[in-house]
């Protein structure tokens, strides 16, 4: 990302014009990149807005602590309810219902991600058809789940060791 050309040394079209950045999963970023990010926009004479988009709610802790005036929106986690009603609409009836209300009800206790459930759905289905089945059942979606768990595991060993 360049942040080049910011300030009031551009051309006087392009100083009315604000930049956006836009940044997705900023949790997954270098904290100290995102904080140069925030330091750019918060110069005097600086046309940026940045928007972070994070799944943590420490980051936007860490930030407002040192840029009090921030502003954040926080987005309340999916419930069991909603995550079945997802599921559901985009599994149909290759689930068995069990199977559904167990992943729903997983992913709502740990995170309330609906993409986590659809994830675990994906790959349920997979180790279903793997095992020549048409039909997904709760072995299969505790199975996927051990998997995806595995997987974050790894993730954020690999994320503490940069």
């Known amino acids: 990302v360049v942040v080049n ?29 995102l904080m140069e990010q925030f ?10 807005l940045v928007i972070a988009i994070c799944n943590s709610l420490i980051l936007p802790r860490k930030i407002r602590a040192r840029y009090p ?16 009603s997802i599921i559901d609409a985009r599994v149909g009836d290759i689930f068995e219902p069990k199977a559904k209300e167990l992943c729903a009800a997983k992913v709502a206790q740990r995170s309330g991600d ?3 459930a659809l994830d675990i759905c994906q790959l349920a289905a997979n180790i279903a058809v793997e095992d020549n089945r048409k039909t997904v059942k709760i072995c299969d979606v505790n199975k996927a789940t051990e998997h995806i768990d ?6 954020s060993i690999i994320m503490l060791t940069f």
């Open 150 to 155: 595995g997987m974050k595991q790894r993730e």
């Open 69 to 84: 005036s921030v502003k954040t929106i926080t987005f309340e986690a999916y419930t069991k309810s909603d995550l079945t």
């Open 5 to 33: 050309g910011l300030y009031d040394r551009e051309p006087e079209v392009q100083k009315k014009q604000v930049k956006v950045l836009i940044i997705d999963e900023a949790d997954r970023v270098s904290p100290k990149w």
């Open 114 to 116: 609906a993409r986590i």
């Open 39 to 48: 330091s750019v926009a918060f110069k005097a004479k600086a046309k940026l």
